[in-house]
């Protein structure tokens, strides 16, 4: 009895290890028949081209200061019409008031501290006139240094009324405060007077004449102050010789 359930056992062991190695070989031959995948196909090149972009500097924490671009001023338009600009304003200084008496009064130049070369000569042209026949003739009977201290200052009363309009000089002293100085062709009046509008004036002169004509070639002068009327009697200096001073 215990020998046939021994036999029994085995052959339930047998049986077992047969069934599972059978099931093991037809899973194997399953696998075997089983259709395999096919891999996936490559992607078609469609020739995609690829830039490569630099990388973009960060900003830094620290702010920089941004510049501000200059105005640019438009540019105008050729065809449209001139537009009139309007002058600045300018605030006109208030008129000044004066006095019929101040009007009246011309004003004096100021006077030169130096010597003025006349530019054109004139007693050629005062001897030439017929009204001054007279002259001509007071000339021809002096001679030498006196006729041509006379025909300097025939051109000194003239060079004084063509500068200054505003004298009628008609008397000309060359030795009034100084003596005159005549060398050669040569005449210098370094204290002279010379009388306008019943008033005496100081005036000097640097005459040249020339040897051969007789003619004033050259004249430079400098007037000066008028002289104080307590001065006249010393100096021969009247206010008028007979005929009013007009």
């Known amino acids: ?11 339930i ?9 059978l099931h093991a070989v037809m899973l194997a031959l ?11 196909a490559p992607l078609p090149d469609d020739g995609i081209t690829v830039d490569i972009v630099p990388e973009v500097a960060k900003p830094s924490a620290t702010a920089q200061p941004v510049a501000t671009p200059a105005r640019i001023a438009p540019k105008p338009d050729v065809n449209a019409p001139a537009r009139e600009i309007a002058p600045p304003h300018r ?7 004066t006095s019929p008496e101040a009007a009246s009064v011309a004003a004096v130049p100021p006077k030169p501290d130096a010597f003025v070369e ?7 042209t005062v ?6 026949r007279g002259a001509r003739e ?58 306008s509008q019943r008033k005496w004036y100081n005036i000097q002169f640097k005459c040249g004449l020339d040897a051969g004509s007789g003619k004033v070639v050259s004249f430079a002068f ?13 100096h021969d200096l009247v206010a008028d010789d007979g005929a009013a001073d007009q």
Not at 30 to 39: A, S
Not at 143 to 165: I, T
């Open 118 to 124: 006349a530019g054109q000569l004139f007693s050629e």
């Open 13 to 21: 062991e047998r049986g077992a290890f047969a069934s599972f190695a």
């Open 222 to 234: 400098l007037l000066g102050d008028a002289i104080p009327q307590a001065e006249w009697q010393e």
């Open 30 to 40: 399953l696998l075997l028949l089983l259709p395999r995948p096919e891999p996936p």
């Open 127 to 132: 001897l030439s006139d017929p009204r001054s």
């Open 1 to 11: 009895m215990e020998l046939a359930w021994e036999n029994r056992d085995e052959g």
């Open 138 to 195: 007071a000339l021809r009977g002096l001679a030498g240094g006196e006729r041509n201290l006379q025909l300097c200052d025939l051109e000194a009363l003239e060079q004084v009324r063509r500068a200054r309009p505003d004298m009628r000089p008609d008397a000309l002293t060359p030795y009034a405060m100084a003596a005159e100085r005549i060398n050669g062709n040569g005449v210098e009046v370094r204290g002279g007077a010379f009388r």
């Open 91 to 97: 605030e006109q200084a208030p008129a000044v008031a």
